[in-house]
């Protein structure tokens, strides 16, 4: 009786082995869902996006100038980027392609900072949050729709355009100015100089705030197609391919974010330059019938190009600066698988 009790007792545990390999087995065999889980949502500081910003500023001026350039062209002075490029190192050096570089930088410390940083508190605040599950000390969320993150883009966009509607129309005046006569240059020393004497000279609404309106709504298209499109296309890639959250990853992201920004903002951008530009008090339908008289409907895409290859290099810049910033956040604060 002992030798059968014995027996029975070690029993369980060969049928407890044998129900866990077979356990094993079927769960081998059910397919899983191969599609990467969302990764940890980690709330990151406000300013971010504006430090990015203007280090991507500093790479892409150069394209920058020549676009507002060959937006602004009168006269005789050259039609192609190139043609611009050389007309401008020949008359100013190469320093010549960095006129206007604090007032860039004041608008992206005012501009970008406060449409990223809202961009960013608009996704914690309304994306479906719950806590990380593996205790690394974010959370993980629902992706937000597409149309969600255009809305919250749009206005953070909006609110950021209007923060750095002075600036950017100093950056305009700034990068246009050589081109002008001697005689109707302003001749701003830097950018608080410009602020200055915008001010004394013209009065803070009318030099401020002129363009705000086209400004607000060039920025929130911007915003939209740009920050709303880069985390859906770098969503999409990790979700979807083998691609992993890496360089090549957020390289091509912020690559087609920056063809998408570019075609909606095109019109919207030919409009605000040649507004901030003008020194009188011409309406902005007085200045369209002016731009569809003179060009036609080419008006909406002139200046494309350049303005592509100015503003591709500069999202990529900004993303990749922006991702750089995170991944050393997430080192410092332990916070990296």
């Known amino acids: 009786m002992e030798a059968v009790s014995n027996g029975r007792e070690q029993q369980p545990p060969s049928l407890a082995a044998g129900a ?41 001026h150069p394209l920058d100038l020549v676009k507002v350039r060959l937006q602004t062209r009168t006269g005789d002075m050259p039609k192609s980027m190139s043609g611009t490029v050389v007309h401008i190192v020949k ?39 719950t806590q990380d599950p593996n205790g690394h000390g974010g959370s993980t969320s629902a992706p937000p729709s597409l149309a969600l993150l255009i809305a ?39 950018a608080l100089d410009g602020l200055v004497r915008m001010a004394r000279e013209e009065g803070i ?67 605000k330059t040649r507004v901030m530009s003008a020194s009188g008090k011409s309406s902005i339908p007085q200045i369209l019938r002016e731009i569809y008289a003179a060009e036609g409907a080419r008006w909406m895409f002139k200046g494309w190009v350049p303005s592509f290859l100015r503003l591709g290099p500069q999202t990529i810049c900004t993303f990749l600066f922006l991702e750089s910033h995170r991944k050393v956040y997430k080192q410092v604060k332990g916070l990296e698988d």
């Open 20 to 60: 866990g390999a077979a356990v094993a087995g079927v769960r081998a065999a059910v397919p899983q869902d191969n599609r990467k889980q969302p990764a940890p949502h980690i709330h990151y500081p406000f300013w971010f996006g504006g430090s990015a910003s203007s280090m991507a500023a500093c790479v892409t």
């Open 91 to 129: 008359n100013s050096g190469l320093r010549g392609l960095y006129s206007g570089l604090s007032a860039s930088l004041l608008r992206q410390l005012t501009y970008s900072t406060t449409r990223f940083g809202i961009y960013e508190e608009l996704k914690q605040r309304f994306a479906p949050v």
């Open 152 to 190: 919250m883009a749009s206005v953070s966009g909006f609110i950021g355009g209007f923060a750095g509607n002075a600036a950017d129309v100093l950056n305009v005046r700034m990068q246009h100015d050589a081109s002008l006569p001697h005689a109707q240059r302003r001749n701003y020393a830097h």
């Open 205 to 271: 609404a009318a030099s401020w705030f002129r363009g705000v309106v086209p400004n607000s709504m060039r920025a929130a298209a911007m915003t939209a197609s740009q920050l709303a499109s880069y985390d859906v296309f770098k969503r999409t890639l990790i979700r979807l391919t083998p691609m992993e959250d890496n360089l090549q990853t957020h390289f091509t992201a912020s690559f087609l974010a920056g063809v998408v920004a570019a075609t909606v903002t095109s019109p919207i951008d030919v409009i």
